[in-house]
């Protein structure tokens, strides 16, 4: 089912006259989490970034391709041409997909910093949801880049008419200064999730790191 891998990108789309090339300040590291010895890494073929999951999690690369083809739709009329599935995988012992982890890279103006691009990526949700709830923002720094944690969640019928439920989001979007896209990512569980889907969202979100 697409809601598998839809976490409702979060994207500068709606982000008009917002920039700035002045230094934030420096953050305190995301609180100290020991990741248990049975998660995977992964890291990318072009070596660009490195993330931990549970290791009886599938990586499903079929689940990125999905994701692509509903970003070309255009969901909810937003323009998401300028972003991509990177990296899908998720829990499918019980039959499903969740909870599941999808990473998206964008294309921004490399002036924005990283406050602001989190701030566009919460507006969204605001602006082009109204069944969203957004519980937590947190500022981040996770090793060498600046982010901000959020989590929140929408009800399907809003994006799958006939569906119900709400889907919940663990997500970081995160921007390294100077460069010219932001990432995205987003842990993602239903209602019938297994109980304990927000603590291993929350460790697999902050073991994402960029490799240098």
């Known amino acids: 089912m697409m809601w598998r891998v839809v976490v409702l990108l979060i994207t500068v789309a709606t982000l008009q006259g917002c920039s700035s090339s002045v230094e934030p300040p420096s953050l305190p590291p995301a609180s100290t989490v020991i990741i248990p010895d049975d998660y995977t890494t992964f890291t990318d073929i072009s070596e660009t970034f490195p993330v931990r999951y549970p290791d009886y999690w599938s990586l499903n690369l079929s689940e990125v391709e999905l994701a692509n083809e ?60 109204s069944s969203a709830s957004i519980e937590r923002q947190q500022s981040v720094q996770l090793g060498n880049i600046r982010g901000q944690i959020v989590e929140w969640s929408y009800g399907l019928s809003e994006v799958f008419p006939g569906e119900s439920g709400r889907w919940n989001v663990m997500g970081v979007l995160a921007k390294r200064t100077g460069e010219s896209h932001g990432w995205s990512l987003a842990c993602g569980f239903g209602e019938f999730a297994p109980p304990e889907s927000r603590e291993t969202c929350n460790l697999v979100i902050i073991s994402f790191r960029l490799l240098d």
């Open 70 to 129: 509903f970003l070309e739709s255009s969901p909810l009329g937003l323009d998401l041409s300028q972003t991509v599935s990177v990296f899908s995988a998720g829990d499918e012992t019980l039959g499903g997909y969740e909870p599941n982890l999808n990473i998206f890279l964008e294309t921004v103006p490399d002036s924005y910093d990283a406050d602001k691009y989190s701030e566009a990526g919460v507006r969204t949700i605001r602006d082009n949801l």
